[in-house]
Structure formats: structure tokens, C-alpha cells
């Protein structure tokens, strides 16, 4: 989970990501989290793509969207590779850029 700087302790600003350094260890943050440096161990700061931050921990958006401001299906911001956001806030699947990719 880090980078060494002796036998148990990790350097600062080595620790993987979803992992925060304190007192010369890495700690894990929230499950789905990439970055939790201020909200401390096992609580969220930062998600991964597909969820959002909800109480210092990740929530999963709703089916194929990238970025949520909130968890329900019109919740979306930005909707993953192949799916388009729709004026009600979820995503389509986007037929017409799968068709353009796959003539390609």
C-alpha cells in the first residue's frame, strides 16, 4: 500500500490511492475512494467514477453515469463512455456514437 521509508512505515505522500498517510502509515479510506487525506481514514474525500461522496463515505450514482449530485436516476452529471445525458438527468445508451465507432 506504500512506497518504504523503513520496515512498517511508508514515505509521505506514497500511499496508493485510496489510501492516506498518517503518522508514518498508510490507512485505508472508504470503500470506492480515491482520496481521503482531509476526511481521514475509512471516510471519503474523493470517489471513484460511478459514485459520489455521501456522508464521508461513496454512494453509487445510478446505472451508467460517470458523476451524480445525487444517487437517484436523475441524479446524474456526466454519464460514462457510450451513454448520453438526458434532459431528465439520467443516460442513454448512445446508439448513433456506437455506430459511428464501430464503421469506424
Request: aromatic letters at 10%; a negative charge.
Amino acid at each position: 500500500e506504500c512506497d518504504r521509508a523503513g520496515i512498517g512505515y511508508c514515505d509521505r505522500n506514497k500511499c496508493k490511492e485510496g489510501f492516506m498517510w498518517n503518522h508514518w502509515t498508510c490507512h485505508a479510506c472508504a470503500m470506492h475512494c480515491t482520496n481521503c487525506d482531509d476526511a481521514g481514514a475509512g471516510r471519503c474525500d474523493v470517489c471513484q467514477d460511478g459514485y459520489m461522496v455521501l456522508g464521508n463515505e461513496c454512494a453509487p450514482c445510478a446505472a451508467n453515469c460517470k458523476t451524480c449530485h445525487d444517487t437517484s436516476a436523475s441524479g446524474c452529471d456526466e454519464c460514462f463512455w457510450w451513454y448520453k445525458l438526458d434532459s431528465d438527468g439520467s443516460c442513454f445508451f448512445n446508439g448513433k456514437l456506437a455506430l459511428v465507432v464501430s464503421l469506424g
